[in-house]
């Protein structure tokens, strides 16, 4: 039937661009009608309607001025017309993923139904309806505007919207997004680019680890000239510290007990200094492990002793690096324990 076009209340939920609807007045004005649009009784305002499908065309009818316009009048409820919307919009071109997205979440809120029964209702599988409903929380409030997050996310697909959401980062993912439809990436593109930007993130990561566990090694021996250990301690975790120590004796020590030995043992020297190097270190997640040697030079008991130690220690991420395990073992047996004996015989 012919209907007036102020009777029709258009779909609010519908996006579309000036320009599509300036295309679609061109070819309305000149070849006509060629299909009714799709309508049911406004179940709020009697002899009115409500638009299920076409509302570019009753758009582009508006603008053309036309007074009427070919319509189908069905019979349907509120989730009936959800998901007839879907079917008849769901295959076209111009019906982007967001607005799939916003009218799977209107039939979930209208009807109640899980993602899964909705799936089954349009044809679709849950996967499909889990991603494009994703697209509904890519971007929060902060980054933008409604009406501006609106238009991008409009024109991105919902496998670029998976990709985006990878980024933990949310202006980044903004930047990222609006980088996406000004260089016009495609998926595929965009993976490539995030892959390289991720590769970039995890090598700048792993070169700031690998200087912070460096300090973290450095400072462990800073205090040994003034036989102060408090920078060592400082860097061990508090909760689930051991050594084991190249002195006797020669148990696994925790944190207390390692404190004790390593303090008797220090200030048994007259003075000390020490020197890291062939430090390696090697990381795995929150977890790394480094080897190196400390050479000491040792006044003991009026004699100077240059020995070499072997160090291996584990480290864990907590608040920062910290120190969870340390093994000490000498590189020359002979030269420090030798001197630690002459000075017990002297005693």
Same mark, same amino acid.
């Given at each position: 039937m012919e209907i007036h076009l102020d009777l029709i209340e258009p779909n609010p939920? /519908? =996006? #579309?661009?000036?320009s599509e609807i300036d295309n679609l007045a061109d #070819? *309305? #004005? #000149?070849? %006509?009608? !060629?299909?009714? =649009? /799709?309508v049911r009784p406004n179940p709020k305002k009697e002899t009115e309607y409500q638009i299920i499908f076409g509302n570019r065309r009753l758009a582009a009818a508006k +603008? !053309? %001025?036309w007074k009427t316009i070919s319509a189908e009048v069905v019979q349907a409820d509120e989730a009936q017309t959800l998901i007839m919307a879907f079917s008849e919009n769901g295959e076209r071109k111009d019906f982007s993923d967001y607005e799939k997205a916003l009218l799977i979440e209107r039939i979930h809120e209208t009807t109640k139904k899980t993602y899964v029964e909705i799936a089954e209702l349009i044809g679709k599988s849950p996967a499909y309806v889990s991603q494009h409903v994703a697209m509904l929380t890519l971007f929060t409030s902060s980054v933008a505007s409604t009406e501006e997050r609106t238009r991008v996310l409009n024109s991105l697909s919902e496998k670029h919207a998976r990709i985006l959401a990878k980024k933990q980062d949310m202006a980044d993912r903004w930047n990222t997004a609006k *980088?996406? !439809?000004k260089a016009n990436l495609s998926p595929r593109e965009l993976e490539k680019m995030n892959a390289r930007s991720n590769l970039s993130k995890n090598l700048n990561t792993k =070169?700031?680890? /690998? +200087?912070?566990i460096? /300090?973290?090694i450095t400072n462990s021996v800073r205090g040994l000239p003034a036989k102060d250990m408090r920078p060592f301690f400082n860097l061990t975790s508090s909760s689930s510290f051991t050594m084991f120590s190249r002195f006797p004796p020669y148990d696994r020590l925790n944190l207390q007990m390692s404190s004790e030995h390593v303090n008797k043992t220090l200030h048994s020297l007259e003075s000390v200094?020490?020197? =890291?190097?062939e430090l390696e270190i090697r990381m795995r997640g929150h977890f790394a492990y480094a080897t190196y040697y400390v050479t000491h030079n040792i006044s003991l008991h009026g004699e100077r002793v240059k020995t070499r130690t072997r160090a291996t220690v584990i480290l864990e991420h907590e608040d920062q690096w910290r120190m969870v395990h340390a093994h000490y073992s000498a590189a020359d047996p002979a030269s420090l324990t030798e001197a630690f004996l002459r000075q017990s015989v002297t005693r």
């Open positions: 939920m /519908r =996006i #579309s661009c000036e #070819s *309305l #004005s #000149s070849t %006509g009608q !060629l299909s009714p =649009i /799709r +603008k !053309l %001025g *980088l996406v !439809l =070169i700031a680890n /690998r +200087k912070e460096e /300090r973290v200094a020490a020197q =890291i190097d």
